[in-house]
């Protein structure tokens, strides 16, 4: 089940396809274009906008219109690759199922019954539904669910009116589990997106992260560069992932018992007084934090984990002896099984341990900040009770990306008003009141993306390819154009798209026209003032990348928290009436004949976003259910074999799921990938293509830090033959 390093890294297959990361691989891409496009007359700077990652691209014109798309060799971080979904994005261009001009619903919300409206009586009646809501009833009766690149200038509006009820599941589910962790601990949240602190590291601990799987290109780079040099790889997961195939440690953990490893491995730091002894006088709570993982020894982890004695000693003991130079990856999707932030905590606290923490370079967290739990779930029930009258679906598909998708279905049925504005016409747009065509991210220009690169930030935006298609417009002069309907148009002061962007550019010294004949990237090294690297003035204010506890004592630098130290007790969780250190809760266990079903990412698509791209389904064109290979053989199952699934609810999948027989995953849990099963007719590609996860996601706990329900606490079962019909 090892494959050797160097054929990993001689082939780019992470995932086990071809395709994943490097620019000559998406062959079916490369000879459509190959075969029509003729010499390439016009290369245009962009930056994708299928995924969080942004990676920045160039769009090769062909002489006769064709284009293909490639990395941007200008990007350090990205090195000019690009992932197979940025390669195949050019068929949004020309793809006969995406949304073409504005509709209004004429029959039952779920039908996809619409007429043909004008973009004025389209704005209009939006408009008009906020300034009437807004004024009677306040913002906190609207609600925006959101969740793409183009979400920005919405967002600025929905927060112009003071909104309280703007829900982006990628957010919350990543993100703000990630700012709480981290933020109480450091006072400051590192991007998994590029970690700077990962170019010198010995040692890299992946928790639940599935790198290759979801295919983020400049993290993808790093770690690649990384098992390159040889450095020491730990693995914890219940799947033998991708990453875990290139492990020198891999931990099969029992799903949920994350926490209790990671107290385990602070009580053994602790009791063997292997912490760096220059951290005691900067940190808070170190007494007690030893008092709360003081029972997690390493019999009793071993037992709660399911993982050997001397597997959990020698992956502690191979992060101690990197020391400073050990990187435990942040991780994106975070929402598991409840309790989701003391597991974050108690991993940026065991980085704190180690002496290795996220550079100063970022993002700080705000204590000072009003923080209210943003639930979808109350959100839903809001939508459905007529408490919001208006609600917009923007560049999001809550129908996938949140559990319940039966209820949402229920509540958009009973809402007020719905409006909806996608490039594509998925689930969600069926039960909304108007629809608008967005302009695809190679049609339009979004906000300024900056990365912060260790030495240097890069700013970038991108340039339209082509003229937006049909009756599509780009999301600025779309949101310009409600704000002025509803009232509120000073929150766009700006003419046009490159008004802003020209503006924004302009306090940076630079403009749209320089960033544009830099291909699309400009680079500024941080300027070094009294020993640390700082951001020109003109920039975001940032401080130097500090890593070694040595260095803050020579520094004198405090951390960005209430104490000015690391905060193993937070006084600040503790005022809010949560739990000042990291605390863990056993998992729900599954019911007699049920197994935890475990989701992850497809390297060939972007969830739901990417499901109609007929390139892409022919590499993967549904997912299946991975199964251990030794209960498989207890059930008499088959590999290739079809089963449906029934949740302890009694939900059911819509169709059958083929079951990968593997001895790559435990006996108690199956997986399987999250982004298919789409129920939108109007996608005829991606039409009932696999089973969703989302929809046998009836129960999860909620995290009480963070507000968020943890998805992994679904159980399921397989019916066969006639049960299964």
């Given at each position: 089940m090892k494959c050797s390093r160097r054929t990993l890294l001689k082939t780019g297959a992470l995932s086990g396809l071809s395709l994943a990361c490097f620019p000559n691989n998406a062959s079916v891409a490369k000879a459509a274009y190959q075969t029509h496009a003729g010499k390439i007359v016009e290369k245009i700077p962009t930056i994708c906008g299928l995924c969080k990652a942004s990676c920045p691209m160039l769009a090769l014109k062909g002489k006769y219109?064709?284009?293909?798309?490639?990395?941007?060799?200008?990007?350090?971080?990205?090195?000019?690759?690009?992932?197979a979904r940025g390669m195949a994005a050019v068929q949004l261009l020309d793809d006969p199922d995406r949304l073409k001009y504005p509709l209004k619903r004429v029959g039952p919300r779920g039908q996809g019954a619409w007429k043909r409206i004008t973009w004025d009586e389209a704005v209009a009646e939006i408009a008009g539904q906020i300034k009437k809501a807004h004024a009677a009833f306040g913002p906190e009766s609207l609600a925006l669910l959101c969740g793409s690149s183009s979400t920005a200038f919405i967002r600025k509006f929905y927060e112009g009116i003071s909104c309280p009820h703007i829900y982006d599941s990628s957010q919350m589910h990543s993100a703000a589990i990630r700012e709480l962790g981290y933020g109480t601990v450091f006072g400051q949240v590192p991007d998994p997106a590029f970690l700077p602190e990962l170019e010198r590291a010995d040692c890299l601990v992946l928790m639940g992260c599935h790198i290759g799987e979801n295919n983020q290109v400049s993290q993808l780079k790093q770690v690649c560069d990384f098992l390159n040099r040889g450095s020491e790889l730990v693995v914890v997961d219940p799947r033998f992932s991708a990453m875990?195939?290139?492990?020198?440690?891999?931990?099969a953990i029992r799903p949920g018992t994350d926490t209790a490893l990671i107290l385990g491995w602070i009580?053994?730091?602790l009791a063997q007084g292997l912490y760096d002894p220059l951290l005691g006088d900067q940190v808070v709570g170190l007494e007690e934090l030893r008092e709360a993982v003081s029972t997690y020894t390493l019999d009793r982890t071993a037992e709660l984990t399911n993982i050997p004695v001397d597997s959990i000693r020698r992956a502690v003991q191979t992060m101690v002896d990197a020391g400073p130079r050990t990187v435990i990856m942040p991780g994106s999707h975070l929402s598991w099984y409840g309790a989701d932030v003391d597991r974050v905590r108690a991993q940026a606290i065991l980085s704190a341990l180690l002496g290795s923490w996220p550079s100063r370079s970022m993002q700080k967290f705000d204590f000072a900040a009003q923080r209210k739990s943003l639930s979808f779930a109350d959100i839903i029930n809001q939508i459905g009770t007529k408490k919001i009258k208006v609600t917009a679906i923007w560049g999001q598909n809550p129908l996938q990306s949140e559990m319940a998708p039966y209820k949402t279905i229920t509540a958009l049925k009973d809402a007020e008003f719905v409006f909806a504005c996608d490039v594509l016409p998925s689930e969600s747009t069926l039960y909304a009141d108007i629809i608008l065509p967005e302009a695809s991210f190679l049609e339009r220009m979004d906000d300024l993306h900056t990365w912060d690169i260790g030495a240097q930030t890069m700013t970038g935006c991108c340039f339209p390819v082509v003229e937006p298609g049909h009756e599509c417009r780009d999301p600025y002069q779309i949101v310009k154009d409600i704000a002025e309907g509803s009232g509120q148009g000073k929150l766009f002061p700006a003419k046009r798209i490159h008004n802003y962007l020209d503006d924004a550019l302009t306090k940076q010294g630079s403009s749209l026209d320089s960033l544009k004949k830099a291909r699309g990237l400009l680079l500024k090294n941080k300027e070094k003032r009294?020993?640390?690297?700082?951001?020109?003035?003109?920039?975001?204010?940032?401080?130097?990348?500090?890593?070694?506890?040595a260095d803050i004592a020579e520094t004198g630098m405090d951390f960005p928290t209430p104490s000015g130290k690391i905060e193993f007790h937070s006084a600040w969780l503790a005022h809010n009436g949560f739990s000042p250190v990291p605390v863990y809760e056993p998992p729900a266990t599954a019911p007699d004949g049920f197994l935890r079903l475990l989701y992850g990412r497809c390297p060939?698509?972007?969830?739901?976003?990417?499901?109609?791209?007929?390139?892409?389904?022919?590499?993967?064109?549904e997912n299946v259910l991975w199964l251990a290979e030794s209960l498989a053989g207890q059930l008499g199952i088959t590999?290739?074999?079809?089963?449906?699934?029934?949740?302890?609810?009694?939900?059911?999948?819509?169709?059958?799921?083929k079951v990968k027989?593997?001895?790559?995953?435990?006996?108690?849990?199956?997986?399987?990938?999250?982004?298919f099963g789409n129920r939108s007719p109007f996608i005829r590609d991606a039409y009932l293509r696999g089973v969703s996860d989302s929809a046998l996601m009836s129960r999860g706990k909620v995290d009480v830090v963070?507000?968020?329900?943890?998805?992994?606490?679904t159980f399921v079962r397989l019916l066969r033959g006639g049960n299964g019909s």
């Open positions: 219109g064709y284009v293909r798309l490639t990395g941007n060799p200008r990007s350090p971080i990205h090195a000019g690759t690009l992932c875990a195939a290139k492990a020198d440690h891999y931990l009580h053994y730091i009294g020993g640390e690297l700082q951001e020109p003035a003109r920039l975001e204010d940032t401080g130097e990348s500090i890593s070694f506890a060939a698509h972007s969830q739901t976003r990417t499901a109609g791209f007929t390139w892409l389904n022919h590499e993967v064109p590999d290739g074999e079809e089963v449906r699934l029934e949740n302890r609810d009694g939900f059911r999948s819509l169709k059958r799921i027989v593997t001895p790559g995953i435990r006996e108690d849990c199956c997986y399987m990938t999250h982004g963070s507000g968020t329900r943890g998805m992994r606490d």
